[in-house]
């Protein structure tokens, strides 16, 4: 599994858009890309997940550049609601037997 | 919608004593996880079960077992609790290989070894 690397936190305004990025240098040709989002007292929910270029949902967008070693995270307009930790996983999804989490991202959203 | 039902939001144990954490599913998902949270760590992973009566080790399985006697039920034991083991407890259960479907989580069991 490829090791991944955020920032510890972020801090944003309402309104504004946020984008967190994530370092996976070591990133195989096969593993894909996922990020989850989990809210205080909560277990983490899946946001979204991507190969290459960008995937968009009704809650977030990712970016992979050509290189894939790195991708980002963008959430348009962030409400207090976003405030949560926002976790990137990288792994084959056709071979990889277990979900392991980093430390993940903090993102606190003020008003 | 998929549920996953952990036993208890809230759990006080002494220590030295055996603690049992239920982990249900309702979606007959092959893959169950246990990970322990804990402030600036992140997720880890204690152990995972692909299969009923199925177990694999996490990255942090010392001091813990697990069972699977059901499909839909994962249980996490504490064989004797000591207060380094107070943490929040997530269980976890997905379809097929979970990198490539959406892992449910429940809320959490929050365990306080006194």
């Known amino acids: 599994l490829a090791k991944t690397t955020q920032p510890i936190s972020m801090d944003s305004y309402e309104g504004q858009e946020v984008n967190i990025t994530c370092s996976h240098n070591?990133?195989?040709?096969?593993?894909?890309i996922t990020w989850y989002q989990q809210f205080p007292s909560q277990g983490p929910r899946f946001i979204i997940q991507?190969?290459?270029t960008k995937v968009t949902n009704e809650v977030a967008s990712l970016f992979i550049p050509a290189d894939r070693k790195s991708s980002t995270l963008s959430l348009p307009r962030v409400s207090l609601s976003d405030t949560a930790v926002y976790y990137c996983?990288?792994?084959?999804?056709?071979?990889?037997?277990?979900?392991?989490f980093g430390t993940g991202t903090r993102l606190q959203v003020f008003p | 919608d998929v549920k996953v039902t952990q036993s208890s939001r809230y759990l006080v144990k002494r220590t030295g004593e055996k603690v049992f954490l239920e982990c249900v599913q309702d979606?007959?998902?092959?893959?169950m996880f246990w990970y322990r949270q804990d402030p600036g760590l992140g997720l880890r992973l204690i152990y995972f079960?692909?299969?009923?009566?199925?177990?694999e080790k996490g990255d942090i399985p010392e001091g813990y077992s697990v069972s699977r006697e059901k499909k839909e039920r994962f249980s996490l034991i504490l064989e004797s609790a000591s207060t380094n083991q107070t943490s929040m407890y997530l269980c976890?259960?997905?379809?097929?290989?979970?990198?490539?479907?959406?892992?449910?989580f429940g809320q959490g069991t929050r365990l306080t070894v006194v």
């Open positions: 976890a259960s997905s379809d097929g290989f979970p990198m490539n479907t959406e892992a449910f």
């Open positions: 070591n990133i195989a040709t096969n593993d894909y």
């Open positions: 991507g190969y290459k």
């Open positions: 996983l990288v792994g084959d999804p056709r071979n990889t037997d277990k979900l392991i």
């Open positions: 979606m007959d998902h092959e893959n």
């Open positions: 079960s692909y299969d009923v009566k199925m177990k």
